[in-house]
């Protein structure tokens, strides 16, 4: 028999896979009816129907629910794509793959705590950016324009523009400036933080790739909001502090300096061996066994 669970979890995170359980219609009442009759055939015909009726449910329930987040005890296969921004060493021990949006607020809150990240650890952590539409169409140009600024290795610089721009804190909320999203004012930006702009127009169509592969590589391992960060495949969702961040990245160098110091791996092929090869690459369904 297959076990129903149903977990319902609040995360400060943008998501748009919302569940549709909460705005399903209750089902029409149904007249009084006489007791139903003994149910007829053997045991295994019985078993059978039953087992037909149950897989109706849960096709069901998959249906409107969203789709099963990653386990956060396990390690996923998270490659990176020749046109995913990065930032820190090629060789770093510990690669951090963070799943964003520009228009995404809890993204924005949680990018000091990344740049807390990386100063910190200047050789042995790397960030590696996708790009996860949340917020619609509104959503594309500034990632399509980091994208471009990141072929002039203008990235850095081009990400801190767009915070700095797309929005606005009042008191402890940061509000979104919907207007500096447009291309115009992407462009300013874009010259405000070195970057050729004229190249940067021409590098915009091939950059919608990067939101395609994107979407290809987290959608499999049930990523539907953001931020969401795989630290050495390790799963964490949502605008956590620091101090959450860091205790991942602390374990994952432990194990790291472990494999390397004993020779086994190079220190360059630690993430594509150790994480990419040998990491899961699918997220375990609700309901599979």
Not at 138 to 159: F, R
Not at 255 to 260: L, T
Request: net charge negative.
């Amino acid at each position: 028999m297959k076990s129903l669970l149903v977990v319902v979890v609040a995360v400060a995170a943008c998501t748009n896979e919302p569940s549709k359980l909460s705005t399903a219609s209750p089902p029409p009442a149904t007249p009084t009816a006489a007791a139903p009759a003994a149910p007829s055939g053997t045991v295994e015909e019985r078993l059978a129907r039953v087992e037909r009726r149950l897989d109706k449910v849960v096709d069901i329930l998959e249906q409107a629910l969203p789709p099963a987040e990653p386990d956060p005890d396990t390690t996923y296969a998270v490659p990176i794509d020749p046109i995913d921004p990065v930032q820190g060493p090629a060789d770093a021990k510990v690669t951090i793959v963070e799943g964003f949006e520009f228009l995404c607020p809890y993204c924005y809150m949680v990018n000091p705590t990344v740049e807390q990240i990386l100063q910190k650890y200047p050789k042995d952590v790397r960030l590696v950016s996708k790009y996860l539409v949340i917020h619609g169409p509104p959503a594309i140009p500034p990632g399509i324009a980091a994208c471009a600024a990141a072929k002039q290795g203008k990235y850095k610089e081009m990400k801190a523009a767009l915070w700095g721009h797309l929005f606005k804190l009042e008191g402890d909320r940061p509000n979104v400036q919907p207007e500096q999203a447009q291309q115009a004012n992407l462009e300013k930006m874009a010259g405000e933080a070195g970057v050729d702009v004229a190249k940067m127009k021409s590098d915009m169509d091939s950059c919608q790739s990067w939101l395609e592969s994107s979407k290809a590589t987290l959608g499999p391992l049930g990523v539907n909001g953001t931020p969401a960060f795989f630290i050495n495949g390790r799963y964490i969702n949502g605008a956590l502090p620091f101090e959450e961040f860091d205790k991942v990245i602390q374990e994952e160098l432990a194990k790291a300096d472990k494999v390397i110091a004993d020779g086994s791996v190079k220190q360059a092929d630690y993430y594509a061996t150790q994480i990419v090869g040998k990491g899961i690459k699918k997220v375990k369904g609700r309901f599979e066994d």
